[in-house]
């Protein structure tokens, strides 16, 4: 049981480039989602998944793109880096949407320059 | 919107005593989750502690218990006989549990630091 896996854990881009951060989870869990972690901001919620083809915006979802095409795999893309996405970026899932505990990936950290 | 804060950003603690971090929160739900996550110099995100909202008594895990003043929205974090691997960030969130979002909404964290 790996828990929540997410690849790669350092990455640096150029402006206008593309990526996908992969996430992947285990442990059946219905729920998932990608946080960003900037100094002094804690943790904010980018967009989230509810289920297998339920995706859904969080606060700040503006130049990134979700999809949920099985319960294993959360993959969030950038369109075109910009240097404001210089980031950590968190995944994390949950048993449902419910449940009281989410169990968090180990973070990608992001450069784009 | 929820709201969490934790308004130290950093406190000292001497190796094998006791400290306090604070937080505090406003919603106006009635039923949520309430959480103490650490953040060590990996990275890797520890859940601590949570207390669920319709408990009045307050949640204890080993050496870290917390104070759940539900009516002032506070939502303090004891750490007794502090150790050197406590030090790290520690943050507050908030969960509901109504809607479909559920997202966790944190607070900007408290960085701490254990002396010897």
């Known amino acids: 049981n790996a828990g929540v896996t997410q690849t790669p854990k350092f990455q640096v881009l150029k402006t206008g480039q593309s990526m996908t951060l992969q996430c992947a989870q285990d442990?059946?869990?219905?729920?998932m989602s990608w946080y960003r972690q900037d100094p002094g901001m804690g943790l904010r919620l980018i967009h989230y998944?509810?289920?297998?083809?339920?995706?859904d915006q969080g606060e700040v979802p503006n130049g990134y793109n979700v999809s949920r095409s099985t319960t294993e795999d959360f993959p969030l893309r950038l369109l075109s880096a910009a240097p404001s996405q210089t980031s950590v970026y968190f995944c994390?899932?949950?048993?449902?949407?419910?449940?009281?505990?989410?169990?968090f990936g180990p973070g990608t950290r992001l450069t784009v320059t | 919107a929820q709201t969490v804060t934790q308004s130290q950003p950093e406190m000292s603690v001497q190796e094998a005593e006791t400290v306090t971090l604070s937080c505090t929160y406003d919603?106006?739900?009635?039923?949520?989750?309430l959480f103490w996550y650490k953040q060590p110099p990996s990275r890797q995100m520890i859940l601590v502690i949570r207390?669920?909202?319709?408990?009045?008594q307050n949640a204890t895990e080993n050496r870290f218990s917390v104070n759940f003043q539900k009516a002032a929205k506070s939502f303090s974090l004891k750490i007794s006989d502090s150790q050197l691997g406590d030090a790290a960030m520690y943050f507050c969130?908030?969960?509901?549990?109504?809607?479909?979002?559920?997202?966790?909404?944190f607070g900007k964290g408290i960085t701490l630091s254990v002396r010897p």
């Open positions: 994390a899932s949950s048993y449902t949407a419910r449940y009281y505990e989410q169990y």
């Open positions: 442990m059946n869990h219905e729920y």
């Open positions: 998944s509810v289920g297998a083809g339920i995706t």
């Open positions: 919603t106006s739900e009635s039923d949520y989750y």
């Open positions: 207390q669920e909202a319709y408990k009045q």
């Open positions: 969130a908030y969960r509901s549990v109504t809607g479909a979002n559920s997202k966790l909404t």
